[in-house]
């Protein structure tokens, strides 16, 4: 078990060094990212929180979001390679499902909508990316390979290889991934302007018509 437990950090610093150019040493990664921390201490506490183990994972939990910004419920499920990147005001709830490879940066939320009982926050897919400030909510499914834009509130299921902006998030047919798979927020499109210039097109087209 303290194998598995080393060789899993070790995994976890790698996709830091993977996914974060800024990213210069060891001790940087240790000492300096919250979100790194937030993560080992998650996985203690959700340990703890599969053993029944009582107030401890929540207090865990509460501490090491005074002390990182970043507040993770201990029964939140969270897959290997899981990357927050800055990480301030981060929220992840109780009944959130995070699979592999995930990427989420500050202020992003993987709430709920109310105060419904059972399964009440996301699943997420394999090798999505969440936006700053997005917000996703609910019992929605994200599939895998989703791109969420910055600043998006997502509350409603979302296909797999699809881009989501806008409020409410709306797929987007164009595509704002970059050969590496990162999403390229400066390349998102605005959803609501692209139907407003068809429309601008169109009443052109019966301005000229009338003409």
């Known amino acids: 078990m303290l194998i598995r437990a080393i060789n899993k950090i070790k995994e976890d610093i790698n996709v830091i060094y993977e996914k974060d150019p800024a990213a210069n040493n060891i001790a940087e990664v240790i000492f300096c990212y919250p979100g790194f921390q937030a993560l080992l201490m998650h996985r203690i506490a959700h340990k703890l929180a599969y053993w029944n183990v009582p107030f401890l994972p929540r207090f865990i939990s509460y501490w090491t979001r005074i002390f990182t910004g970043i507040e993770i419920h201990p029964k939140a499920s969270i897959g290997n390679r899981f990357f927050i990147d800055h990480g301030e005001g ?90 590496d798979g990162v999403l390229m927020h400066n390349r998102i499109p605005d959803p609501i302007a692209c139907e407003l210039n068809r429309l601008k097109y169109e009443v052109q087209e019966l301005k000229e018509k009338l003409n």
Do not use: F
């Not at 990427?103 to 699943?123: E, S």
């Open 90 to 179: 981060v929220v992840i709830g109780e009944t959130a499902i995070i699979g592999d490879d995930v990427l989420i940066y500050q202020q992003v939320t993987l709430g709920g909508t109310g105060k419904d009982t059972g399964k009440r926050h996301p699943t997420i897919g394999n090798n999505v990316i969440i936006g700053a400030g997005a917000k996703v909510l609910g019992n929605i499914k994200i599939e895998d390979n989703v791109r969420i834009g910055a600043g998006s509130v997502v509350v409603d299921d979302v296909p797999e290889h699809s881009t989501v902006v806008g409020i409410p998030g709306r797929v987007v047919h164009r595509q704002c991934v970059g050969e």
